[in-house]
């Protein structure tokens, strides 16, 4: 049964830092995507970043580039994304999600994903 559990989220001043991780257990991460999305009320869910198997190439939106960095460790099945220079709009509730049939084509789409988090909710005050 495959499951996927985020921590890490909490309040944190603009500017500051914050790293997520979700610990995912019952598959093995060897194609597919693991995303990172976001929602924030009134909002849709909308794509962070993410990684695409077999080759661990990741993916951002464009607005995370250069403050966001997503990645794996392997051993622990787990994903991270660490976010730096945090701004007012990110404020959301982050969920993890797994696609093990995935294309490159829809790795932004949160329906093609199979498997979510329960979610962490991340709040950045001014």
């Known amino acids: 049964q495959v499951q996927l559990v985020e921590t890490g989220g909490g309040l944190v001043r603009a500017g500051g830092s914050l790293r997520l991780s979700c610990a995912g257990s019952?598959?093995?991460?060897?194609?597919?995507?693991m995303g990172w999305f976001r929602q924030s009320p009134g909002k849709e869910r909308e794509f962070v970043a993410g990684?695409?198997?077999?080759?661990?190439?990741?993916y951002y939106k464009d607005s995370v580039k250069g403050r966001f960095t997503v990645s794996t460790d392997n051993t622990k099945n787990t994903m991270f994304l660490q976010m730096n220079n945090l701004q007012l709009d990110d404020t959301a509730v982050y969920y993890c999600a797994l696609g093990q049939r995935i294309i490159l084509s829809s790795l932004r789409q949160p329906p093609q994903y199979d498997y979510w988090g329960q979610g962490t909710q991340v709040t950045v005050s001014s």
């Open positions: 019952g598959f093995t991460f060897r194609s597919g995507a």
């Open positions: 990684i695409k198997r077999p080759g661990s190439h990741t």
